[in-house]
């Protein structure tokens, strides 16, 4: 069964470092990715989705992913974090059922 | 565009009570729904996909009779969690999508569901 790994559980960052959070997924075939975000007692909004063409993806607050084929990976990162930036990443992967799978998620905190 | 609304955004209902969940499309139609429960401090885990007009298919584990789905048009569907007990105790977010062809799920704003 298609399963998505983020490696990193929790994050703590100060303000102007740079981010970059794993993830991982099992499918070998094609895939559509994604990663959302979700800021606390919000809900989940989209960051940055890649269905095909450059692997580096850019996305919203400067964001971006680079999908990797050979290493089943669609890592994100941004080179200056923000206070705001606090929040909790998920990874996720779309199978062509139109099934979303989730990763475990990654929690992120950006201390001043 | 493409907001999700759902409602109640929270309720506290007693063990063995009915809960209905409803989650709206608001500016587009949504020809698939789909239904997530979240655990504290967890991952999404999908219950069910719904199709307006018909049945919903279940993910595994997942029980039809408790968790009952009723898609009756393409901008609403509905969740009620039959004789709610503690455990059913969660966070409930839908979503939906515009088509096919696009695969992006847009997401409600969630349900916290208590029961005592």
């Known amino acids: 069964a298609q399963s998505v790994s983020q490696h990193n559980h929790h994050v703590i960052l100060s303000e102007a470092a740079s981010l970059e959070l794993g993830c991982n997924y099992s499918y070998g075939g094609t895939v559509n990715l994604f990663w959302y975000v979700q800021y606390p007692g919000q809900h989940l909004q989209l960051l940055l989705k890649y269905f095909s063409g450059d692997p580096l993806v850019k996305g919203i607050k400067g964001f971006e992913a680079e999908f990797i084929k050979s290493k089943f990976s669609f890592n994100l990162r941004k080179p200056s974090v923000q206070w705001s930036d606090t929040a909790e990443y998920f990874c996720?992967?779309?199978?062509?059922?139109?099934?979303?799978?989730f990763g475990t998620g990654t929690r992120l905190q950006v201390f001043p | 565009g493409a907001v999700v609304s759902q409602h109640p955004s929270w309720v506290i209902c007693k063990s063995g009570t009915s809960v209905k969940i409803e989650c709206r499309s608001l500016d587009f139609q949504a020809t698939t729904m789909f239904w997530y429960r979240q655990f504290p401090k967890q991952s999404l885990m999908l219950m069910a996909t719904s199709n307006e007009g018909s049945k919903a298919t279940y993910e595994q584990g997942v029980e039809k009779d408790k968790f009952l789905i009723n898609h009756a048009s393409l901008t609403l569907s509905t969740l009620t969690v039959t004789s709610a007990h503690p455990e059913d105790s969660s966070f409930y977010i839908c979503s939906a999508n515009r088509g096919q062809i696009e695969s992006e799920q847009f997401f409600g704003p969630g349900t916290r569901l208590t029961v005592l």
């Open positions: 996720a992967v779309n199978e062509p059922t139109d099934k979303l799978i």
